[in-house]
C-alpha cells in the first residue's frame, strides 16, 4: 500500500559505486587504490586488525582531535606480504589473508582455514549525496552482537541499529536509538568470528539484514566510508583488539564494587541520614548513597541547596565515618542566570564556553533547571574548566560524580509544559577554531566528552584516590572515563529480562563496568519483582538500587521482611565475591574482557549459545539462570559442555545438557564450572570495614587455572606495579585433587598477613597462614558434595 500507516512512499536518490582500479600505491603499512576520482586504503595495524577507508572524490580526511582509536602511526608494524594477479590483488598476515577484486575494489577475508568473512555483497561500497555505504554477506548461521546499548534479545540478526545518541525515555524492546551510540558488532559462527567498528561520529546505521535477508549494510552520513576489520576467531581475542584500538578502562576503587543505592531523590540532609542508620541497623551492606538532582539549589549544577542541605560537609564527613562514600549527580544545562552571581553561568559567559548558533547566538534549551545554556565539551579549554569545577565538591569529600542529561536531553518548553525533546541544531559550531565541527559530526561524542572533563578533573583533585565517574550517554571508548547504566528503565519484569541481553551487549562492546536500576526506575515493583532482580543484581558490575519520584520507595526493606532477608542473602553474597570481582575488573582493564559474560563468549562453538540471552557467566566460572517472570519457581538451564556444580546443593552435571532447576523465590540458580577457584571474603557492611585477614578459596574438583589480582583497592599505586598477581592451579586425577598456588608474584604489593582457607567443595579444606610461598595441597577423596553427575541429552 502507498500509504502504509500514514507514510507516503520514500523516493530515495540511487548508489554510485566503485569502478575498476587503476593505480595501486603502496608504503609500509598501507595499500592504496585508485579508482576513477574515488580512493580505497587498506592499513594492516596488526596481524588481525584492518583499517579500511574510502572516499568518493578527493583526498581522506585528517585525523579528528577527539578521534577514539589509536593513531595508524601508533601501531607496531606488523609484516604482511602482497600477491598481485590480473584480477585480484591480495594481502597475507600471519592470521588472515584479504583478497581485493580490481574491478571492482569488492573485498573478502580469509582465515587460515580459507574460510571467509566480512565479505563484500554485490553492491560493495556506494555513495550518494548525504551517504556513503558498504554491503556485506551474511554467511549461513552467522549471528550479530554488541552495538553498546541495545534493547531486546542478544542476537540482532535481521535488524536495523541505528547509531545517535537520544534520551530514550521510556524505551522497551524494539527501541532503536538508545543513550549511547557505540558502532561496534562482533559477528559469530562456529569457528570464525570477527569485529567491526565503524569509525563515524555521523549518524550512523546498521542493517543486519532486513532489508536484505542475506546482507548487512553500514552507512553513514559522513563524507568518507572509516571502518576497522578485527578478526578473532574468539570473542576474547576481537574485545582485546578492539578495547586496545578504542581504550580499556581504568580500575575502579573496590568501594565502587559494593552496593549503591539511589533515588531521585533523597531530598534532605534528614532523610539521608535516615537512610544511612537504616543499612547499618538493618545489616544490609552498602558502600555508596548517590545525590540526585534535588540536592542542588534551584537545579543550578555544582551548588547545594542551603535549606535542605545546609551543611554538606558536615553530611559526608559523618556518612563516611559510617562507611558509605558520596556521589553526586552533575547535569550539563546550566542554568541562564544573568546578573545573580551564579558562578558557572558568569564563568562560562565570560570565557565564552557555550555552545553557540551558526550565527553566533547563545544556544538555549530547557531542563531541569529550566532556561539553560550548554558547555563545549569538544573544546579542551571547556572540559578543562569544567572538570576544576568539581573542585567545590571534591573538597568537602564527594568521591563520586554521576553524569546525567548528556545526550544532551533538551526541551523546548520548561519540563512539565507540553515542549519537544531537541538538541543542538546541527549546524551549530564545535570544537577549537582549528578543528571546528558542526554538531552533525560531534552530536554522538557529547556524553563522551563530558565523561572525560569528568573523569580528568576528578583525577586532578582526588589525586591519592580513585575515583567513581557513572555517565548516561556515551561513544565507542566510553569505557576509558566512566561506567555506564542503562538509563531509565521501568519496574516491569520484560526489563528485569531484557537486562541482562543489554549488559552483555554493553560488555561485548568494550564496556564492562555496567548495571541497570535494580527494581526499576519507573513505576513501582511488587515485592518479588524486587526480590528477583536483586537476585540478579548481585552479578551486575554495577549493583545499584533506584527509583523515580512519585513511585514507592525501592529500598530493600520496604517490602516485608521475606524480601528483606532475599535482599540481605544476595548482598551478603556479592560481598564475599569481591575478591572474585576485583580480579574480574582487573581482567577487564588489562584485556578488555567484560566481566558479565553470555554464554557464547566463552562457548562460541556451540550453536546452543547463540541465542541464548537469559543465562550469564560472571567471569568464566560462575553461570546464573536468574527467573524473571512472575510465580516461577523452576525453570530451563542449558549447561554446556564440561562438568558443572550446581552452587547451592553440589549436585553434579555433565554437559551439555538441559536441566530443570529448582528455583523457589529465595534462590537464583547458579552453577560452577570444574576446576574452578572462587575466592571470597567474610560478609563486611562496607568494603573496607574489617581487616582482611581471612580469604576463601573455594574450588571445585577438576583441572583449571586461575588468576588472582590484589591490590590497596584505593589507590593509583597498582600503576606503579604494587599489584599483587598469584596463580592458582587445579588438578584433579581419578580421586584426588592437587590445589598449586604460586609463589611467584607479579607486582610489588604484599598483601596483609591472613588466613588462607581452601575449600575443596564437597571433599574437605585446609588452612594456612600466608606468608607468600608456593602451597601445594593434596585433596583425597571422592566428591561428596551432591547427586551422582547426571547427563541428560
Given at each position: 500500500?502507498?500509504?502504509?500507516?500514514?507514510?507516503?512512499?520514500?523516493?530515495?536518490?540511487?548508489?554510485?559505486?566503485?569502478?575498476?582500479?587503476?593505480?595501486?600505491?603502496?608504503?609500509?603499512?598501507?595499500?592504496?587504490?585508485?579508482?576513477?576520482?574515488?580512493?580505497?586504503?587498506?592499513?594492516?595495524?596488526?596481524?588481525?586488525?584492518?583499517?579500511?577507508?574510502?572516499?568518493?572524490?578527493?583526498?581522506?580526511?585528517?585525523?579528528?582531535?577527539?578521534?577514539?582509536?589509536v593513531d595508524d602511526k601508533d601501531w607496531e608494524q606488523v609484516p604482511f606480504e602482497i600477491k598481485e594477479t590480473g584480477e585480484n590483488l591480495e594481502i597475507t598476515t600471519e592470521k588472515i589473508r584479504i583478497s581485493i577484486q580490481k574491478q571492482n575494489c569488492h573485498l573478502t577475508c580469509f582465515d587460515l582455514a580459507d574460510r571467509p568473512f566480512?565479505?563484500?555483497?554485490?553492491?560493495?561500497?556506494?555513495?550518494?549525496?548525504?551517504?556513503?555505504?558498504?554491503?556485506?554477506?551474511i554467511a549461513a548461521d552467522e549471528h550479530f552482537y554488541g552495538f553498546g546499548e541495545r534493547t531486546g534479545f542478544l542476537d540482532k540478526l535481521s535488524q536495523v541499529k541505528t547509531n545517535w545518541t537520544v534520551d530514550a525515555l521510556d524505551y522497551d524492546a524494539i527501541t532503536d536509538e538508545m543513550y549511547q551510540a557505540i558502532p561496534f558488532f562482533l559477528a559469530l559462527r562456529?569457528?570464525?568470528?570477527?569485529?567491526?567498528?565503524?569509525?563515524?561520529?555521523?549518524?550512523?546505521?546498521?542493517?543486519?539484514?532486513?532489508?536484505?535477508?542475506?546482507?548487512?549494510?553500514?552507512?553513514?552520513?559522513?563524507?568518507?566510508?572509516?571502518?576497522?576489520?578485527?578478526?578473532?576467531?574468539?570473542?576474547?581475542?576481537?574485545?582485546?583488539?578492539?578495547?586496545?584500538?578504542?581504550?580499556?578502562?581504568?580500575?575502579?576503587?573496590?568501594?565502587?564494587?559494593?552496593?549503591?543505592?539511589?533515588r531521585w531523590s533523597y531530598e534532605s540532609e534528614i532523610v539521608v541520614r535516615e537512610l544511612a542508620q537504616e543499612f547499618r541497623q538493618r545489616r544490609i551492606p552498602c558502600d555508596v548513597i548517590h545525590l540526585d538532582i534535588d540536592y542542588m539549589r534551584g537545579y543550578r549544577v555544582f551548588t547545594w541547596s542551603p535549606n535542605r542541605f545546609p551543611n554538606p560537609a558536615q553530611l559526608i564527613a559523618d556518612l563516611a565515618k559510617d562507611g558509605f562514600k558520596t556521589v553526586t549527580i552533575i547535569d550539563p544545562g546550566v542554568k541562564y542566570e544573568p546578573e545573580a552571581n551564579y558562578h558557572v553561568f558568569d564563568q562560562g559567559l565570560a570565557n565564552d564556553y557555550f555552545v553557540r548558533k551558526v550565527d553566533g547566538r547563545l544556544f538555549h534549551g530547557y531542563v531541569w533547571p529550566e532556561k539553560a545554556v550548554f558547555p563545549d565539551f569538544m573544546r579542551a579549554d571547556v572540559r578543562h574548566w569544567w572538570g576544576n569545577l568539581h573542585k567545590n565538591l571534591t573538597d568537602i569529600g564527594v568521591a563520586g560524580i554521576w553524569n546525567d542529561m548528556n545526550e544532551p536531553a533538551i526541551d523546548t518548553r520548561p519540563f512539565g509544559d507540553g515542549g519537544e525533546k531537541i538538541w543542538f541544531p546541527l549546524d551549530a559550531p564545535q570544537g577549537e577554531v582549528e578543528n571546528l565541527a558542526t554538531h552533525q559530526e560531534v552530536h554522538n561524542l557529547y556524553g563522551l566528552m563530558m565523561a572525560k572533563a569528568c573523569s580528568q578533573g576528578l583525577q586532578q583533585h582526588r589525586q591519592q584516590e580513585r575515583s567513581f565517574v557513572l555517565t548516561r550517554s556515551g561513544y565507542a571508548g566510553i569505557q576509558r572515563w566512566s561506567s555506564v547504566w542503562m538509563g531509565d528503565n521501568h519496574s516491569l519484569w520484560e526489563h528485569l529480562e531484557m537486562s541482562l541481553p543489554m549488559l552483555c551487549n554493553m560488555g561485548l562492546s568494550g564496556v564492562g563496568f555496567v548495571g541497570c536500576d535494580i527494581g526499576g526506575f519507573a513505576g513501582n515493583a511488587t515485592a518479588e519483582l524486587f526480590a528477583r532482580w536483586m537476585q540478579l543484581g548481585m552479578l551486575y558490575p554495577l549493583i545499584r538500587g533506584h527509583s523515580a519520584m512519585s513511585t514507592a520507595r525501592h529500598e530493600p526493606w520496604v517490602f516485608g521482611d521475606r524480601t528483606e532477608n532475599i535482599c540481605r542473602e544476595y548482598i551478603n553474597l556479592r560481598y564475599q565475591l569481591l575478591p572474585y570481582i576485583y580480579s574480574l575488573f582487573w581482567e577487564a582493564a588489562t584485556t578488555g574482557a567484560p566481566i558479565l559474560r553470555p554464554l557464547l563468549y566463552h562457548f562460541p562453538n556451540d550453536p546452543q549459545t547463540y541465542t541464548l540471552y537469559d543465562q550469564v557467566l560472571l567471569g568464566s566460572a560462575l553461570m546464573a539462570a536468574p527467573v524473571y517472570r512472575p510465580g516461577v519457581e523452576h525453570r530451563a538451564v542449558y549447561l554446556p559442555a564440561g562438568t558443572w556444580y550446581d552452587w547451592w546443593s553440589g549436585e553434579c552435571y555433565q554437559g551439555p545438557t538441559h536441566i530443570l532447576a529448582d528455583a523457589p523465590l529465595e534462590k537464583m540458580p547458579l552453577y560452577v564450572r570444574s576446576g574452578a577457584v572462587i575466592p571470597m571474603q567474610p560478609v563486611m557492611q562496607y568494603v573496607d570495614e574489617l581487616p582482611p585477614d581471612e580469604i576463601r578459596l573455594r574450588v571445585w574438583p577438576g583441572n583449571g587455572e586461575y588468576n588472582f589480582y590484589e591490590d590497596d583497592g584505593q589507590t593509583f599505586e597498582y600503576i606503579n606495579q604494587n599489584f599483587s598477581l598469584r596463580t592458582i592451579n587445579v588438578l584433579t586425577d581419578t580421586n584426588q585433587t592437587i590445589v598449586n598456588i604460586s609463589s611467584t608474584r607479579e607486582g610489588k604489593w604484599l598483601p596483609p598477613q591472613r588466613q588462607i582457607i581452601v575449600e575443596l567443595v564437597g571433599v574437605g579444606q585446609q588452612q594456612f597462614l600466608d606468608d607468600g610461598q608456593s602451597k601445594n595441597l593434596s585433596f583425597s577423596g571422592n566428591y561428596l558434595g551432591g547427586k551422582e553427575i547426571k547427563n541428560r541429552k
Open positions: 500500500m502507498p500509504q502504509y500507516f500514514g507514510k507516503l512512499p520514500t523516493t530515495n536518490q540511487p548508489w554510485k559505486t566503485v569502478g575498476a582500479v587503476e593505480l595501486v600505491n603502496k608504503n609500509e603499512r598501507t595499500i592504496n587504490f585508485a579508482a576513477g576520482d574515488s580512493r580505497l586504503s587498506l592499513s594492516i595495524l596488526a596481524a588481525n586488525l584492518i583499517r579500511v577507508r574510502f572516499t568518493p572524490a578527493g583526498e581522506f580526511l585528517p585525523r579528528r582531535s577527539w578521534a577514539v582509536t566480512a565479505e563484500d555483497a554485490d553492491m560493495g561500497i556506494g555513495w550518494r549525496l548525504g551517504g556513503v555505504a558498504s554491503w556485506k554477506k562456529p569457528y570464525v568470528g570477527y569485529g567491526i567498528f565503524f569509525n563515524t561520529t555521523f549518524w550512523s546505521q546498521f542493517d543486519l539484514g532486513a532489508a536484505q535477508p542475506s546482507v548487512w549494510k553500514m552507512e553513514t552520513r559522513g563524507g568518507e566510508l572509516d571502518y576497522y576489520i578485527i578478526y578473532g576467531p574468539e570473542p576474547g581475542e576481537i574485545l582485546r583488539t578492539y578495547t586496545q584500538l578504542t581504550g580499556r578502562m581504568p580500575l575502579p576503587p573496590k568501594w565502587a564494587l559494593g552496593y549503591h543505592q539511589c
